[in-house]
């Protein structure tokens, strides 16, 4: 270990269970020297198992749902006085769609179910930003991150109405991150994660295919969730002080594809079957 975050204080959000990427940043922020507060909501607290990540990481559980602004106020309030002074770093690894979840597909969107993923998976980044700056809660040249996914910028059979969650997501940190670093030298960012076996990856439709899919694209395979991790951390870092206002593509190259010829050899391999198919 670097001790990268040496005497660092954080508040890291949606660790859910162990495949969480959340989960895997506290452990390494944990192993890099931070101290930190975890927070989920408290249905993921009943569900989840962040009681077994707080004690190995030797964190205070604090609920919060993201899109209140008096939960989220405790828990910066709270976090401040929990950690003895203000904060460094903040991970926002938040996203939920009912549309997704109840098979409402694109062109037959439940709007409730819409506004509430915005809300949960978009809005809530804007919220956890701004109770921050009203409190004063983040440090100069603190690092502030949330997860966002390629559809943001580019189309995904399934990826549904996230897709729209995500690119909001990204302006967020564009348009917040300029204000928060003009006053107060804190830096917002985004990165963008290949797909990942998850809880909420999970949920994605096609999500074996993907995964295959894009390792196949990208010419280092696809990035996990402990690359993620491991990449947050280097963000939450000194090392990384100049970099705001950014979406990062954390995809082994994804983004920059067309074609790959590992994805055009099982292309042509699948074209073939089927032209049997249809030829039976
Ligand atoms: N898994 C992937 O393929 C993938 C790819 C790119 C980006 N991401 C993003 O990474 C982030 C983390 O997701 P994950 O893949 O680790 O899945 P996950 O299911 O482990 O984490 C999602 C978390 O969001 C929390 N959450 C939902 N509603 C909330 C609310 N109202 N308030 C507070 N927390 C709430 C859940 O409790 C859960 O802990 C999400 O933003 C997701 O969109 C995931």
């Given at each position: 270990m670097y001790n990268l975050l040496k005497g660092k204080k954080g508040i890291i959000f949606?660790?859910?269970?162990?495949?969480s990427i959340a989960w895997k940043v506290a452990e390494k922020a944990f192993e890099e020297g931070a101290t930190f507060t975890l927070s989920n909501t408290q249905v993921a607290m009943r569900f989840g198992e962040i009681n077994e990540l707080a004690e190995k990481c030797n964190a205070e559980i604090i609920p919060a749902d993201a899109t209140n602004l008096k939960d989220l106020e405790h828990l910066f309030t709270k976090s401040m006085e929990i950690l003895g002074g203000k904060i460094d770093f903040v991970l926002h690894s938040i996203g939920m769609s009912l549309n997704v979840r109840k098979g409402r597909v694109y062109d037959d969107l439940d709007y409730n179910y819409f506004l509430k993923t915005i809300d949960i998976s978009a809005l809530s980044f804007h919220k956890v930003l701004q109770t921050a700056r009203k409190l004063d809660a983040i440090n100069e040249w603190g690092s502030v991150l949330a997860l966002s996914y390629v559809a943001a910028q580019r189309t995904l059979y399934g990826y549904n109405d996230m897709a729209d969650a995500k690119a909001i997501l990204e302006s967020i940190a564009r348009s917040f991150g300029y204000i928060y670093g003009r006053d107060k030298k804190v830096r917002v960012n985004t990165i963008s994660q290949s797909?990942?076996?998850?809880t909420a990856g999970s949920g994605v439709k096609g999500i074996d295919g993907l995964i295959d899919f894009t390792d196949r694209m990208s010419p280092l395979g696809n990035a996990d969730a402990e690359d993620c991790a491991n990449f947050c951390i280097t963000m939450f870092?000194?090392?990384?002080?100049?970099?705001?206002?950014q979406n990062i593509f954390?995809?082994?190259?994804f983004s920059s594809m067309g074609m790959s010829l590992r994805a055009m050899t099982q292309y042509n391999k699948s074209f073939g079957e089927d032209v049997e198919m249809n030829l039976e």
């Amino acid at each position: 270990m670097y001790n990268l975050l040496k005497g660092k204080k954080g508040i890291i959000f949606g660790a859910l269970n162990s495949k969480s990427i959340a989960w895997k940043v506290a452990e390494k922020a944990f192993e890099e020297g931070a101290t930190f507060t975890l927070s989920n909501t408290q249905v993921a607290m009943r569900f989840g198992e962040i009681n077994e990540l707080a004690e190995k990481c030797n964190a205070e559980i604090i609920p919060a749902d993201a899109t209140n602004l008096k939960d989220l106020e405790h828990l910066f309030t709270k976090s401040m006085e929990i950690l003895g002074g203000k904060i460094d770093f903040v991970l926002h690894s938040i996203g939920m769609s009912l549309n997704v979840r109840k098979g409402r597909v694109y062109d037959d969107l439940d709007y409730n179910y819409f506004l509430k993923t915005i809300d949960i998976s978009a809005l809530s980044f804007h919220k956890v930003l701004q109770t921050a700056r009203k409190l004063d809660a983040i440090n100069e040249w603190g690092s502030v991150l949330a997860l966002s996914y390629v559809a943001a910028q580019r189309t995904l059979y399934g990826y549904n109405d996230m897709a729209d969650a995500k690119a909001i997501l990204e302006s967020i940190a564009r348009s917040f991150g300029y204000i928060y670093g003009r006053d107060k030298k804190v830096r917002v960012n985004t990165i963008s994660q290949s797909p990942t076996r998850t809880t909420a990856g999970s949920g994605v439709k096609g999500i074996d295919g993907l995964i295959d899919f894009t390792d196949r694209m990208s010419p280092l395979g696809n990035a996990d969730a402990e690359d993620c991790a491991n990449f947050c951390i280097t963000m939450f870092s000194d090392l990384t002080k100049k970099i705001t206002m950014q979406n990062i593509f954390h995809d082994g190259g994804f983004s920059s594809m067309g074609m790959s010829l590992r994805a055009m050899t099982q292309y042509n391999k699948s074209f073939g079957e089927d032209v049997e198919m249809n030829l039976e």
